[in-house]
């Protein structure tokens, strides 16, 4: 490694700090370098990029990105080098400064987070979002460490890109969001899908390069009067230019089932207006009035955040207006210091002190906080929880008095009282929004009036648990649940205490298993509550236990340890799939709910009962596995197939009613070396709908096939289908 590329590395870091570091703070930097090349030597990172290359990327995406200043840059630097300083922690504190080791002692703590780990995703962002609790410079280095992963990923083995990909995605993204880094947020979302769905991701990417010149064009047709109206009116601003992120316009093709051209927001202008202190809103007002004189607006599509600011400090004036050539343009108004906090989250966020919206963040940590503190431990729904929290939109209702209260998007009038006070949750009978009785069920919207009705008779109930949303709610419940549950377990573990002392049968713990294992219960308490709540009859009770053993004992089958999962059936997959951890006992089968064809790309998942299910990467079930099961995924290719194979897909066209439009589709499949197994099809109000189950040798046969239907007159749309 050259001194040249290291040298490159500080002068950029230099460059990106020149507004946060003062010039006397720089000899600390180099200080800090220097011990960071000691530390690192040749030592490489899991993309196979040299330690000491990585730190100064980090440090200066910190500065320049996130517009960090001198105690982050130096904790970025230091980083991956802390755990192997020769120095010890009182002279690191005597050359840095003391919060430098509080941080780096923080990120020592959570270094240990790995997806490569056989450990449950969980945990690991358990101990990320405890990390917040310290300092929260410990998570951004955090951020910022992982998009320079995802940065050079396409180095990493072949074996670490989908889990990397799919932690980044599922965790690491929505944490970016929440914190206020939309720019971090949208390229760790592109990062990560380029790797997960990657025939999707070089397609959009294509069909962006080639509208490119069509987009600049339109962009600056739309652009020139209003720069003349602005500049009239005395407005100092910039006009900029945004393209959608392709993860963004995936999405959208996904939801509403389109294709590229179908999506019309490809594009937003964003105006940033240097306002006077004070004057920021006014201003944005005053400048929306201007566009929506010049172009007609979407009413539908006003999106104010700047009355009333999302919970990680975002401020912006949003509206869609129809611009040159009919096409739709949205448009993004803010101010310079609005721009700041969209662009560099955290850090402008609290620079600015006293901003509306401030208390927000608080609010989501304290929620976060609820999370760890509660009493269920259970990973899965921990996981659910924390992603629901860190990637919401919110609705901002009032009490009866006036105060504004906010909540996530979805949130019901349950959700509301358990948000004002426990008790108030636990009493709820209903509510009255804006005057009308409504159930504890209703979903509130921006700007409803909420009143409480509550009854001293009211308890929690189970079936509260599947409607409500916020963390707080479920925790309530949960908590109020289990408390009744203890107490009726109780009242049932005395009655069967008394009815076998009247049997004289000995209480103790063969007895107590002997009873749970023929029922199948987890734990005595739950044995205990279904006889207090009358579910067990007492006398089925004795009978059991008055049998003799041998006829009534009863094996509990206990679940299977992943490591020993074996399979039993045979596979005729081996001879084209190359699975990178090869495990032994394991036979491989190609999953039926998204039927993967050579050539797709794919990964494996290790099911308990059925060997290794090959799925592909845009496979709807994908996402929920490689989030929640990570340790189960291994990386998959294909190897080459054999002569004659073949495999089942299915697609499906739609399209305008045309005489002849079978034949002309029976014509296109004889063209194919492939084999038809159903082709069914029906015709309604002038719509042509079919499907077509296919057996193709690999994906090039099955697109070339696809492309060629898509071309026949009266055909509108071609999709291959996920059963």
Not at 137 to 159: C, G, H, Q, S, T
Request: net charge positive.
């Amino acid at each position: 490694m050259t001194t040249h590329k290291i040298n490159s590395g500080y002068r950029a870091l230099l460059q990106s700090a020149k507004n946060t570091v003062a010039a006397s703070d720089i000899p600390k930097i180099r200080k800090a370098l220097d011990l960071a090349i000691k530390t690192c030597g040749e030592s490489e990172t899991i993309t196979g990029e040299p330690k000491i290359l990585h730190a100064l990327s980090v440090a200066r995406i910190v500065a320049g990105e996130m517009g960090l200043g001198i105690t982050s840059i130096i904790t970025a630097l230091l980083h991956d080098s802390y755990d192997y300083l020769t120095v010890n922690e009182r002279d690191i504190e005597k050359k840095f400064g003391s919060k430098v080791v509080e941080i780096l002692k923080g990120f020592s703590r959570i270094s240990s987070i790995d997806s490569m780990q056989s450990s449950y995703q969980a945990e690991n962002f358990r101990k990320l979002l405890l990390s917040l609790a310290d300092d929260v410079r410990v998570i951004l280095i955090k951020l910022v460490e992982r998009l320079e992963y995802m940065r050079n990923l396409d180095n990493a083995p072949e074996k670490e890109k989908i889990p990397l990909s799919s932690e980044t995605y599922f965790l690491y993204a929505p944490l970016a969001h929440r914190l206020g880094f939309y720019n971090i947020k949208s390229e760790l979302e592109d990062l990560a899908v380029k790797y997960l769905e990657p025939e999707q991701y070089r397609y959009v990417e294509e069909r962006l390069k080639q509208t490119t010149a069509s987009r600049n064009k339109l962009i600056r047709d739309f652009s020139r009067p209003l720069q003349e109206k602005l500049i009239k009116q005395g407005f100092r601003f910039t006009i900029k230019s945004r393209t959608k992120s392709i993860h963004s316009i995936m999405q959208k093709m996904k939801q509403q089932g389109i294709d590229f051209d179908e999506v019309y927001d490809i594009f937003a202008i964003r105006i940033i207006i240097d306002s006077e202190k004070g004057n920021d809103k006014s201003d944005c007002w005053r400048v929306y009035s201007v566009v929506t004189d010049l172009y007609q607006p979407n009413p539908s599509r006003l999106r104010d955040w700047i009355s009333v600011p999302k919970s990680n400090g975002y401020e912006s004036l949003h509206t869609t207006v129809v611009g040159p050539r009919g096409k739709w343009v949205e448009v993004q108004i803010r101010s310079r210091r609005m721009d700041e906090v969209a662009e560099k989250g955290l850090a402008a966020h609290f620079r600015y002190k006293g901003v509306k919206g401030e208390g927000g963040l608080e609010m989501w940590l304290t929620r976060m906080r609820e999370i760890l503190e509660s009493s269920d431990k259970e990973d899965r729904d921990f996981l659910d929880q924390v992603r629901s929290g860190l990637y919401t939109d919110e609705v901002f209702v009032f009490t009866p008095k006036g105060d504004l209260r906010q909540l996530p998007a979805g949130a019901t009038v349950l959700d509301f009282a358990f948000d004002i006070h426990t008790d108030i949750g636990s009493s709820c009978v209903a509510g009255k929004v804006n005057g009308k009785n409504v159930t504890i069920k209703h979903v509130l919207q921006n700007g409803d009036h909420v009143d409480i009705i509550r009854s001293k008779n009211q308890k929690p109930k189970q079936d509260w648990l599947s409607f409500v949303v916020t963390n707080k709610a479920k925790t309530k419940i949960k908590l109020a649940l289990n408390e009744e549950k203890a107490k009726a377990a109780s009242d049932g573990k005395e009655i069967l205490m008394r009815r076998l002392k009247n049997w004289k049968i000995p209480y103790g713990d063969s007895v107590i298993q002997k009873l749970i294992n023929h029922y199948g219960f987890k734990t005595a308490q739950d044995l205990y509550y279904m006889i207090d709540t009358g579910k067990i009859e007492l006398l089925e009770i004795k009978e059991i236990l008055q049998e003799p053993d041998s006829s009534v004992s009863r094996t509990v089958q206990s679940p299977v340890p992943e490591k020993e999962i074996k399979a039993t059936i045979s596979s005729q997959f081996t001879d084209y799939l190359l699975i990178e951890d090869k495990v032994e006992g394991l036979d491989y089968r190609l999953a039926k709910c998204c039927n993967p064809v050579f050539g797709d790309s794919i990964f494996g998942f290790i099911t308990i009962s059925e060997g290794i299910k090959i799925h592909r990467t845009g496979c709807p079930n994908a996402h929920n596995l490689m989030s929640k099961y990570p340790y189960r995924v291994i990386a998959a290719r294909w190897s080459e197939a054999k002569t004659g194979t073949s495999f089942i897909t299915s697609i499906k066209i739609s399209g305008v009613e045309q005489v002849g439009i079978v034949n002309r589709i029976s014509e296109v499949i004889s063209d194919f070396t492939i084999t038809v197994r159903n082709f069914s099809y029906s015709m309604e109000n002038s719509m042509f709908e079919g499907t077509i189950s296919l057996l193709v040798p690999n994906n090039d046969v099955l697109y070339a096939f696809m492309k060629k239907i898509q071309s026949i007159k009266g055909v509108l749309k071609v999709v291959r289908q996920n059963n």
